[in-house]
């Protein structure tokens, strides 16, 4: 019995029609991209697990796809660690390889390894797919892209704040009418857990104030109860619940809260020179609001958080980043300094397809089909689809002199936008017939006012 063909949960093929959607997508990315300076990188889909293992904190690494070794490599799997049932080391003993979580942490390996190749500050951009063994569901894919630009080299804020106008610039460009660029500062977190008395638990605590938007306080209290946060210190991080009104409004109530941490202030101090610059450059300041609550699970960044929601549409954040002081570390490279964004193309599509939002140019149906009426005629339309193809009109000829239905049915299947005839008498008068299938409408014009039409 033959196998039902099927593609693995969490990921998709794609029809001509949505590939150019995508396309669109990511060419209006690359093109912003571009414009504020950043340099086209590409590094391989997989990495060596040892490259990605431990830089996204245990939820992360939970969800990196591990290469199973082949060949004589099997034979270095740990079964002392399977004896001792410890199933996490023997894993990493049967894998060294895995397939990219991001592409920030590939880059950073990037930036480490052709160090003496580059000229820092480094701007790269990168949009490449990447994978993550996460349950599917809607707007949440196993095979995804990601569209990242990243500035390594520099500690400057203004990369912050080009990365802000960039998102309002790319979304809008989109034509996303309601987007919100939500921004916080790791160091504001990590003066949190310093006033709650927890500082060495800054990891446990941003991870669970990160999902105050899916599980609430009650459920935020509960892990932290979990990972052993003192009462005392829950009774200090309430009253962040209760942080509201305007961005300035909010960043005044966390002056107070964070009267005593050093590094809170610094946060809070960052945040303002961002937002001032882009404010006073022309962006919409009801696009930016500061989130207190904002957290990001990953351990990596140390500096300006950043996360963009689509409004009114249920789906989860369509862009994010930060600033990450010290990733290249782990590779042997310090004191290189990095901030970076990423837009999920994915999460994007979604969006516009829900809101009704490509545009009618975007569409990958061919311009022009010639119904063949045989040999002597299919000569003829061979020569007037060489120069429509040269005019950038996308055409060609049915490929057998089959019956008119069985070529207009075709035509209909496919979605062709013009079906021509070119027959007999057409090539006597000559006149191409012209039938547009979209409207039913029919004339006649030569090669060259055919071309004229349709430009």
Request: charged share 25%; with cysteine.
């Amino acid at each position: 019995m033959a196998q039902k063909p099927s593609t693995p949960k969490g990921t998709r093929d794609f029809l001509p029609a949505e590939v150019a959607k995508r396309n669109y997508i990511f060419d209006t990315i690359r093109s912003s991209f571009e414009t504020y300076g950043f340099s086209p990188i590409e590094t391989p889909s997989f990495e060596l697990s040892s490259t990605l293992m431990g830089k996204y904190g245990d939820e992360g690494d939970r969800l990196i796809f591990k290469i199973l070794n082949s060949g004589d490599k099997v034979r270095k799997a740990d079964l002392e660690a399977l004896k001792e049932g410890n199933l996490a080391r023997f894993s990493n003993s049967l894998a060294e390889k895995a397939l990219r979580y991001d592409l920030t942490v590939p880059f950073a390996r990037f930036v480490v390894q052709h160090q003496n190749e580059l000229a820092f500050p480094f701007k790269r951009y990168q949009i490449q797919p990447v994978w993550r063994a996460d349950r599917p569901q809607k707007g949440r894919y196993q095979e995804f892209y990601q569209c990242d630009v990243d500035v390594v080299g520099s500690d400057s804020l203004l990369y912050e704040v080009d990365f802000v106008l960039l998102f309002d610039e790319v979304l809008s460009n989109l034509k996303i009418p309601d987007f919100t660029i939500k921004i916080n500062n790791r160091k504001i977190l990590s003066g949190i857990a310093e006033v709650c008395g927890e500082a060495d638990k800054i990891i446990a605590i941003t991870v669970a104030i990160d999902k105050l938007d899916k599980i609430g306080v009650d459920g935020v209290i509960k892990e932290l109860q979990a990972k052993e946060i003192s009462e005392d210190a829950l009774e200090k991080i309430m009253p962040l619940f209760g942080v509201a009104g305007t961005t300035e409004q909010r960043l005044d109530q966390m002056k107070s809260y964070l009267k005593n941490s050093e590094v809170g202030l610094k946060g809070i101090e960052e945040l303002e020179y961002v937002l001032k610059h882009a404010n006073d450059l022309g962006m919409n300041a009801d696009r930016v609001e500061f989130d207190v609550t904002l957290a990001r699970g990953l351990n990596y960044y140390t500096g300006a958080i950043f996360e963009v929601k689509a409004n009114g549409v249920n789906i989860g954040s369509i862009c994010g980043g930060g600033r990450y002081d010290d990733l290249t570390g782990v590779f042997g490279m310090n004191g290189v300094s990095g901030v970076g964004i990423s837009f999920g193309a994915d999460r994007i599509y979604d969006v516009l397809e829900e809101l009704n939002l490509f545009p009618p140019s975007v569409d990958s149906r061919l311009d022009v089909l010639f119904v063949n009426f045989g040999d002597m005629e299919q000569a003829h339309c061979l020569k007037a689809v060489k120069m429509l193809r040269e005019a950038g009109i996308s055409s060609e000829v049915y490929p057998t002199s089959a019956k008119i239905q069985k070529q207009m049915k075709y035509a209909n299947a496919r979605g062709v936008k013009n079906v021509a005839m070119l027959g007999a008498n057409e090539i006597e008068e000559g006149f191409i017939k012209l039938k547009n299938m979209d409207t039913g409408e029919q004339s006649s014009v030569n090669v060259l006012g055919l071309i004229q039409l349709l430009k």
